[in-house]
């Protein structure tokens, strides 16, 4: 927990060297470039996140059990998970971004936008195709490796990135680094997952194969569901600054592709506890216990509005100081943008427990839910309705009456976790929280 903590302060330390350089060093349609870049790979990220949150509880099972050769045979099939899933996210990327940044985008792209964008795809590529590496090293609890390797890699990364945006590659640049640290941390990964799987065989010479049908069984049907939130989460995050890319100027783009990439690191610190602590998540839904799902909410969201208001009462300075040429928006555009974030965090939560519970019942909900919100923003939007207001706290409105209380009850119907239970142990560990902050943060697990 400590070491997954350290990779998301250097990840945010790193991201926040990043987009000072970006501000410094990159004018507005080079900016809204990289911005448009990272929305449509973050949408591959949102899908391998599903991908990985239910590999990941496929193996804890099999894990636990103590089976070495059925670890190796669902190792297997979240491997053949992962190639197809590697290769359709890298076709999607080629003919979807080339479709899309030769009709539909209005910036003033560079001339080797091509050539960035096919390195920036290829990147994604190396990355998931040895990704199920990561699920191993979660599976098997060895959270320390796991982050030390994605430490090393984005101090890679960021660094490359910083010596090609001074030499002035600019986007190009950024493409190339991440390419190289892609692979640099895909090779790791797979000699760190390599490891963990010749331990376990050390420890369960002698095991059979057998036990895994029925979550071979899950993992083959959870291929739809995966599409189905992932294009649902598209629709209601990054589709909206896709949309944005090309009915708002430069300024309002770059403004807009700023917060989503600053709130999008804020996310990731919060979700530490919900993404590493994957095997106590999973005995709390087993044994039904509230206290330790409270924890991990409480934990999560303490530090999200703490970074959230951290950048609401900082970052306007910040980015004056820096000479920013894509300024951030005011407070109030900021809070209602933070606003739907928080949501986010809360369902991604509920979907966790949702899943280790082993139903997708929640998928078509969150799915009707997001649609139901890009059309209200697109309906405010045609109306003359402030971006803010209609592409942030509209589709977040949308997602606290429809979402999270639907997405709750059927958490709470599968569980038999009641709302009183939950509230009251949110209050206790909030309580020990505002007694002792420095002792209980250092201490959970």
């Not at 990731?268 to 087993?286: D, F, G, K, Y």
């Not at 920013?324 to 933070?338: E, F, Q, S, V």
């Not at 799915?367 to 405010?380: K, P, T």
């Amino acid at each position: 927990m400590k070491a997954s903590y350290l990779y998301q302060c250097v990840n945010v330390v790193a991201g926040v060297i990043l987009l000072a350089l970006l501000l410094r060093f990159f004018s507005k349609d080079a900016f809204l470039e990289w911005s448009l870049f990272t929305t449509i790979g973050g949408f591959t990220i949102q899908l391998e996140s599903s991908l990985s949150t239910v590999c990941s509880r496929f193996l804890v099972r099999v894990h636990h059990r103590g089976g070495s050769r059925a670890l190796s045979v669902s190792i297997a099939q979240c491997k053949r998970w992962y190639l197809a899933f590697a290769v359709l996210v890298f076709l999607g990327l080629c003919v979807g971004g080339f479709f899309y940044f030769s009709t539909a985008a209005k910036a003033g792209f560079t001339g080797s936008w091509m050539l960035e964008w096919m390195v920036f795809s290829t990147s994604y590529l190396v990355t998931y195709l040895f990704a199920y590496n990561c699920c191993v090293l979660i599976a098997s609890e060895r959270i320390t490796t796991y982050a030390i390797i994605n430490v090393t890699t984005r101090l890679l990364n960021v660094a490359l990135s910083s010596i090609f945006i001074l030499s002035g590659l600019r986007v190009l640049g950024l493409c190339v680094s991440l390419l190289l640290s892609a692979a640099v941390g895909a090779f790791a990964m797979r000699w760190a997952g390599s490891r963990a799987i010749a331990a376990e065989w050390r420890r369960h010479p002698e095991d059979s194969a057998q036990g895994t049908g029925e979550e071979k069984l899950e993992i083959d049907h959870v291929g739809r569901n995966i599409a189905f939130i992932g294009m649902a989460y598209f629709l209601y995050r990054a589709g909206l600054l896709i949309d944005a890319g090309s009915s708002f100027d430069a300024s309002v783009q770059a403004s807009y592709g700023l917060l989503l990439q600053i709130l999008a690191l804020i996310m990731a610190l919060s979700s530490v506890p919900i993404n590493m602590l994957v095997a106590p998540l999973q005995r709390a839904v087993l044994t039904a216990d509230p206290g330790q799902m409270a924890r991990l909410a409480v934990y999560a969201n303490i530090v999200f509005v703490t970074a959230l208001l951290g950048l609401l009462i900082l970052g306007p300075a910040l980015s004056h100081g820096i000479s920013a040429r894509a300024a951030l928006p005011g407070a109030l555009d900021m809070a209602m943008l933070g606003f739907g974030f928080f949501l986010e965090l809360n369902i991604l939560l509920l979907v966790n427990v949702a899943i280790g519970a082993r139903s997708y019942r929640f998928v078509p909900l969150y799915a009707v839910s997001a649609a139901i919100g890009v059309s209200v923003a697109v309906v405010l939007r045609s109306q003359g309705v402030d971006l803010y207001l209609a592409f942030g706290l509209a589709p977040a409105v949308t997602q606290m009456v429809i979402a999270v209380p639907l997405i709750g009850r059927e958490v709470a119907r599968l569980t038999g976790v009641t709302l009183r239970s939950y509230i009251l142990g949110s209050g206790a560990f909030l309580r020990r929280v505002l007694r002792h902050p420095i002792r209980v943060g250092l201490a959970f697990r």
